[in-house]
């Protein structure tokens, strides 16, 4: 069994990944690659959905943020889906990243504001 | 060569100008030396000998008795229709290269199509389709048939290097040779397919079962497999994990023996975990595996059970397919789960396999087994499980169990049926939690499902075992990432609880390393966040990190 996994889809311009099982030290990386991987230069931006992730750690939370800059370099936005009640909002909670980095409740609520972002620019 | 003076008198046989086809004779009255070659070959003790050694003991025995200089044994290969040399002496060669006569071609093949005895006085002015025949220097041939209740089996023929003229007493003594042969040869040959088919049947049953179970946090597990004492048979056992930490176990039992049972039962085996790791409950599992064994070409049925364990709270889901109900023992109330079999996989298609569900307390064991295991002519299989139940109520170690199972309930004389059982124990949680690793981050999943489970033993709430649980997670990985060369090398996690606070210690072999970058701070800001007391002792022996927090206020 994988620890965890990521899936891909298209709404509204951006990619959704969505992350399940568990992100340590031992697959952070590989996530964080195949997510930029997939991403074209044709998306809009990122959203990465943790709602339904168990667990996440320093090391996840590395990835996230070197993804952060990847996509900026290249124009592209990011938006962050956890979930107040969510595992992986514990370890966002406890290194401090939530007061720092937007988050949604939900995809939908990221979508918006990511579309409501490139009507502004 | 020729000893004709030793020997009784012969009338010659009939020669033609190139080969004589000829009846059979009568043995006529022999000499005490004919009854000693005769005798030896019906001695019984051939009949002990492997194919390979029954024919060569055999041949020699012809050649002594009839002093030619070659004899060789060609096999009827029905598939292809050819005669295909599988003994000879004076004539390795011939079954060194693997000579092949067509049926009704040369000198073998018209015996065999024939099925009468040929003598070929002048190898050459006859059809001789062999070339090493005539290259060995063959000058006369005697042939006969090999047939056992009207089949034809091969052919056996004698030769010599010296024009000879064979005699009826020659003919006579390879006729009681090819009579003594042919039985002989067709059931060695049934046994060594029998024997081969059993051997394959075998080592298919062996690479369809599980090489090693999976080992997982707060479960320990054992299992058995028994051949029947004369031939495998379909049972099956297996364990899988599922994602979340779930593990999957499995047991069944193909109707039916040998080469195809086993190979039906890898079949099974296969589909029910490639369900299973879709994602599909127990029930569901068994009722995909039953629509895969209706599709399946040949008619077939077995049985099957089905169980998804979460190792994290010890709550078992059971499903079965007309298998028997697992036990659940080594607590304080041994039980047989009470499930509603759905019918065998293959009986006919169904839409619904009802499931179980039991929690398995710390130290308690759920345990599958086949029929083999209790089937006892006479004895009802309730009253059979019963006994097995009395007898393994008590058992808290999973190797004891299966030891005491195989020990006690598999009769001295062998099985009948084969014998599978597969024994998962939701393992006693210790007061106090001591694990060591090798410094790898693949081993931090595990890590954490170990400690998440102590801390809920010790009182932990849910958050305080997801916040706790991080906290441990960073310093493990710290030991992993940052605390070592890439030499291989080894970490400890030790946890107690004492008056209501949770100490948490991990250690490594070691120098600690002030953290790198943003990530390596990050690290230290969970821990520091999540646990009340945080400190890091370095020495020269290596780094650990002590944590502690209070579960209650």
């Known amino acids: 069994m994988n620890l965890g996994d990521v899936q891909f889809t298209r709404r509204a311009g951006m990619l959704v990944a969505e992350l399940t099982g568990e992100i340590d030290l031992s697959n952070a990386e590989s996530v964080g690659q195949?997510?930029?991987?997939?991403?074209?230069?044709?998306?809009?931006?990122?959203?990465?959905?943790?709602?339904?992730?168990?667990?996440?750690?320093?090391?996840?939370?590395?990835?996230?943020?070197?993804?952060?800059?990847?996509?900026?370099?290249?124009?592209?936005?990011?938006?962050?889906?956890?979930?107040?009640?969510?595992?992986?909002?514990?370890?966002?909670?406890?290194?401090?990243?939530?007061?720092?980095?937007?988050?949604?409740?939900?995809?939908?609520?990221?979508?918006?504001?990511?579309?409501?972002?490139?009507?502004?620019? | 060569m020729s000893t004709e003076d030793s020997r009784f008198p012969d009338r010659?046989?009939?020669?033609?100008?190139?080969?004589?086809?000829?009846?059979?004779?009568?043995?006529?009255?022999?000499?005490?030396?004919?009854?000693?070659?005769?005798?030896?070959?019906?001695?019984?003790?051939?009949?002990?000998?492997?194919?390979?050694?029954?024919?060569?003991?055999?041949?020699?025995r012809v050649q002594e008795a009839l002093s030619v200089d070659t004899v060789a044994i060609l096999l009827f290969d029905e598939a292809s229709?050819?005669?295909?040399?599988?003994?000879?002496?004076?004539?390795?060669?011939?079954?060194?290269?693997?000579?092949?006569i067509p049926i009704g071609r040369g000198?073998?093949?018209?015996?065999?199509?024939?099925?009468?005895?040929?003598?070929?006085?002048?190898?050459?002015?006859a059809d001789i389709l062999n070339p090493i025949l005539g290259q060995r220097g063959i000058r006369s041939l005697l042939g006969?048939?090999?047939?056992?209740?009207?089949?034809?089996?091969?052919?056996?023929?004698?030769?010599?290097l010296t024009p000879r003229e064979f005699g009826q007493t020659d003919l006579a003594v390879l006729q009681v040779a090819a009579v003594r042969a042919a039985p002989g040869i067709e059931r060695a040959q049934l046994l060594s397919a029998l024997r081969h088919e059993?051997?394959?049947?075998?080592?298919?049953?062996?690479?369809?079962?599980?090489?090693?179970?999976?080992?997982?946090?707060?479960?320990?597990?054992?299992?058995?497999?028994?051949?029947?004492?004369?031939?495998?048979?379909?049972?099956?056992?297996?364990?899988?994990?599922?994602?979340?930490?779930?593990?999957?176990?499995?047991?069944?039992?193909?109707?039916?023996?040998?080469?195809?049972?086993?190979?039906?039962?890898?079949?099974?085996?296969?589909?029910?975990?490639?369900?299973?790791?879709?994602?599909?409950?127990?029930?569901?599992?068994?009722?995909?595996?039953?629509?895969?064994?209706?599709?399946?070409?040949?008619?077939?049925?077995?049985?099957a059970a089905y169980a998804v364990l979460d190792p994290d709270t010890g709550r078992v889901r059971v499903a079965s397919a007309g298998h028997l109900p697992p036990l659940v023992v080594g607590g304080d109330t041994p039980r047989v789960v009470e499930l509603i079999p759905a019918p065998p996989l293959g009986a006919f298609p169904y839409?619904?396999?009802?499931?179980?569900?039991?929690?398995?307390?710390?130290?308690?064991?759920?345990?599958?087994?086949?029929?083999?295991?209790?089937?006892?002519?006479?004895?009802?299989?309730?009253?059979?499980?019963?006994?097995?139940?009395?007898?393994?109520?008590?058992?808290?170690?999973?190797?004891?169990?299966?030891?005491?199972?195989?020990?006690?309930?598999?009769?001295?004389?062998?099985?009948r049926d084969d014998v599978a059982l597969i024994a998962i124990q939701n393992s006693p949680v210790p007061d106090e939690l001591m694990l060591e690793f090798p410094a790898e981050p693949r081993v931090l999943s595990e890590a954490r499902r170990a400690l998440r489970r102590w801390l809920r033993h010790v009182g932990a709430d849910r958050d305080q075992a997801a916040e706790i649980t991080l906290a441990a997670s960073e310093a493990c990985a710290n030991a992993i990432e940052h605390a070592y060369s890439p030499a291989p090398a080894r970490f400890t996690l030790h946890a107690r609880a004492h008056a209501g606070e949770v100490t948490l210690t991990v250690r490594d072999g070691g120098q600690w390393r002030e953290p790198r970058g943003?990530?390596?701070?990050?690290?230290l800001t969970i821990m520091k966040a999540a646990m009340h007391e945080v400190e890091a002792n370095s020495s020269s022996r290596g780094t650990e990190i002590v944590m502690r927090r209070r579960l209650h206020p």
């Open chain 2, 198 to 303: 059993q051997r394959v049947a075998m080592v298919l049953q062996r690479s369809l079962l599980p090489k090693q179970l999976v080992e997982a946090v707060g479960v320990s597990v054992g299992a058995r497999y028994v051949p029947a004492s004369d031939e495998v048979g379909g049972d099956w056992y297996d364990m899988f994990e599922l994602d979340g930490g779930r593990l999957g176990i499995a047991i069944g039992d193909v109707v039916g023996h040998g080469l195809r049972a086993a190979a039906l039962m890898g079949q099974l085996r296969t589909a029910l975990q490639a369900y299973a790791l879709q994602g599909a409950d127990p029930g569901r599992t068994l009722v995909l595996v039953d629509r895969f064994v209706q599709a399946l070409p040949d008619f077939a049925m077995a049985t």
């Open chain 2, 81 to 100: 229709q050819q005669l295909v040399a599988r003994a000879a002496r004076g004539l390795e060669e011939e079954v060194e290269r693997g000579v092949r």
């Open chain 2, 351 to 415: 839409g619904h396999c009802s499931e179980h569900e039991t929690t398995l307390a710390p130290g308690e064991t759920l345990v599958f087994y086949t029929d083999g295991l209790i089937e006892r002519p006479g004895i009802p299989l309730t009253q059979s499980i019963e006994a097995m139940l009395e007898l393994l109520g008590g058992q808290t170690s999973v190797d004891d169990l299966c030891h005491l199972a195989i020990q006690q309930l598999v009769p001295v004389e062998g099985l």
């Open chain 1, 34 to 121: 195949a997510i930029a991987e997939t991403t074209s230069n044709l998306d809009a931006g990122v959203v990465l959905d943790l709602s339904a992730l168990r667990y996440l750690d320093s090391a996840g939370i590395q990835f996230m943020f070197r993804l952060r800059e990847q996509l900026r370099t290249r124009g592209q936005s990011f938006a962050l889906v956890i979930p107040a009640q969510s595992a992986s909002n514990d370890a966002l909670r406890l290194a401090g990243v939530t007061l720092h980095v937007e988050t949604f409740e939900t995809q939908r609520d990221a979508l918006r504001s990511a579309a409501a972002d490139r009507d502004d620019g």
């Open chain 2, 144 to 160: 006969i048939p090999l047939i056992v209740e009207g089949s034809l089996i091969g052919v056996l023929h004698v030769g010599s």
């Open chain 2, 107 to 125: 000198f073998a093949g018209r015996i065999a199509s024939e099925r009468v005895a040929i003598f070929i006085a002048d190898v050459d002015h």
């Open chain 2, 518 to 523: 943003e990530h390596r701070g990050r690290g």
């Open chain 2, 12 to 60: 010659p046989l009939p020669r033609g100008t190139g080969q004589a086809i000829l009846p059979p004779v009568e043995l006529e009255i022999a000499p005490s030396e004919q009854v000693r070659l005769l005798y030896s070959l019906s001695d019984p003790t051939l009949s002990e000998l492997e194919l390979d050694e029954f024919l060569d003991e055999l041949l020699a």
